[in-house]
């Protein structure tokens, strides 16, 4: 397998007094640097999906700097959703998810760029609203919705980082189809349907734990930081408190 090219987005912004003092922390990461704060505030992010997993994406990701951010989500915040969607609260139920996360986003950092897309991803507009960014993440429930992503990002040779979480486990990986990885070589054969979370439920902090890495795995692929998880899928069994790393072959294009 192809070994990751290096950082995706060049250090074309420059930085101000009041972000090397945001960001000082995150500056003083070897091999992260200036530079690497440069980058992350060149980057434009398409986050799909404002839910358990996306929140704390889009928190981690806000908070680091990434310059601009938009969040695309059709779904309405519901009571049930704060057992695990902690970017919201009871102010936000009734609202549409993009526009109250970007309300929060905001609050959390003044000084970047957040979009809301309160529409749903398909086959006709994932082109549309992805066009212009540098990464993806999918970060939804469904997997119509994240086969529909994939194979936008594939079109537009972008890479994006997947992450999924059932009742107590969760997993994370990163597919370029420049690096001959899609999520079509995990799911080759998709199942006609996935459990749904009114039956199976869904550990709260799990969430969390899954959007934390799938945020940590932006930054890196960004500036070029460690190793990302291209080729590879960590699976975290919550109960057994294990992390597991799983190889993943990408298949023979034509």
């Known amino acids: 397998m192809t070994l990751w090219p290096g950082p995706l987005v060049e250090p074309t912004a420059t930085l101000g007094a009041d972000e090397l003092e945001r960001y000082a922390r995150t500056i003083s990461l070897d091999g992260v640097g200036v530079d690497g704060q440069r980058r992350l505030k060149s980057a434009r992010v398409c986050v799909v999906g404002a839910g358990g997993l996306g929140g704390p994406v889009l928190q981690y990701l806000a908070g680091a700097g990434v310059g601009h951010i938009t969040v695309v989500d059709d779904d309405v915040v519901e009571v049930r959703n704060l057992q695990r969607q902690t970017l919201f609260g009871h102010q936000s139920v009734g609202h549409g998810k993009a526009e109250a996360a970007a309300v929060r986003l905001r609050d959390l950092n003044e000084l970047i760029t957040i979009k809301a897309v309160s529409q749903r991803v398909t086959a006709e507009s994932a082109a549309g609203i992805f066009a212009g960014h540098d990464l993806v993440v999918d970060a939804v429930d469904n997997l119509p919705t994240r086969l529909v992503t994939a194979d ?12 999924a979480v059932q009742a107590v486990n969760g997993a994370v990986s990163v597919f370029w189809e420049r690096l001959g990885l899609g ?4 799911f080759p054969r998709p199942p006609a349907e996935m459990p749904k979370l009114d039956d199976v439920g869904v550990l709260g902090p ?12 932006c930054l890196k692929v960004i500036t070029g930081l460690g190793e990302p998880l291209a080729g590879r899928v960590m699976y975290i069994d919550t109960l057994g408190a294990r992390v597991l790393e799983l190889p993943l072959k990408g298949r023979v294009r034509e």
């Open 152 to 163: 936008a990002c594939q079109m537009l040779d972008m890479p994006f980082v997947w992450g």
């Open 183 to 186: 999520l079509r070589d995990l």
């Open 206 to 217: 799990m969430t969390g734990w899954v959007g934390s890495v799938m945020a940590t795995e």
